[in-house]
Every structure is written in C-alpha cells, then in structure tokens.
C-alpha cells in the first residue's frame, strides 16, 4: 500500500491508498497525480469610471467562516487582503471549496460595497470576482441675490441628515462667494 503523505506546494495532495502487488523480476510504474490548486482575483473597480482603487480591504474566508491565510496557511493575514496599485488581490494555491469576500474597508470618498460575494475554487481554476464602489456624493448651496444674482456670503445654513441618513448634523456658513460646499456625503 502506497500513500501520498505530503505534497508540493501548490498542487492539492492525493492520499487515496493505492495497492499494487509486485510479482518477481518486473517493474511497475504507479502513476500519482496531483492537481494544481485553486486561484482567486479580487478586482476593484469605481464603478463610473473603471479606474482600479488601491488600498481596499477585503475579507476572505471559508464557507464555515475560518480566515483565509496566505501563502498556503503559512503568512497570517488574519484573512485581510488589500487593493494593490492595480486594484487587484491574487491569492494562488487555494484548495477547492467555497470562500466568502466581503469588502471591509474603502477610500474616504467611495461608499462601501456591503453585499459579499461568494465562489467556488476548483482544482486548477481561477475565479474572478469585481467588486465596484461609487463615488460619495457632494452638495454645492449657492446662495444669491434674487434680483442682481451675486452671491450672498455669510449666510448660516442648518444641515441634517433626514430618514435615517446618517449625515452630521451642524451650522455651516456660506464663503465669500455665497458657497457651502460638502464633500463624502453618503447616498440619502
């Protein structure tokens, strides 16, 4: 009886038994073949332009919720990968199964993408997931004279968030040319 007890990196282990009876002055030959292991790419897009976005976290786990470490088990990441300047995260040497992505982190100004996405890795197959981000939103208030159209500075605004929306609340103040503007506001 003969067993595979341990296998090169990168390539999934076969530990089936294999019998073979051996009678005198032959040779055999046993053939063991092991399959490469799994892909995955992460690509991160915003979502009106295409351009990729560095610096997005993600986290990667198995079906039953374990963290996905790198380099075959052997870097903790404690599951956590992030965007490189291609917007890109590669993890090789997957073993077939199940993973869950979820994106845990983005820029300031994008809005989370909260929905994971979930894949099957095969044996020398890579999968692709996209995941996009949409720019927050900006408001300009532009405060003018009703008859001359110049702008009015100075004025006091009071701003908050309605339905839930989770906008700071506060006073703001239009500048010199009767302008408030705010940058990174959720959708609401």
Known sequence: IITEVQAKPGYLLDDTPKTITIKDHQTYILDVFNAPKGGLLIVKKDSQTGEPLTGVEFKITTANGELVADNEGMTSTNGIYVTDEAGQIEISHLKPGTYTVTEVR?????????????????????????????????????????????????????????????????????????VIRLDHLPEG
């Open 106 to 178: 983005t820029l300031e100004d994008y809005v989370l993408d909260a929905a994971p996405q979930t894949v099957v890795v095969e044996a020398n197959d890579q999968q692709t997931l996209t995941f996009t981000n949409t720019k927050k939103g900006c408001l300009i208030i532009k405060k003018i004279d009703s008859v001359t159209r110049e702008p009015i500075d100075g004025v006091k605004f009071k701003i908050q968030g309605c339905n839930g929306n989770p906008y700071p609340e506060g006073d703001y103040t239009t500048d010199v040319n009767g």
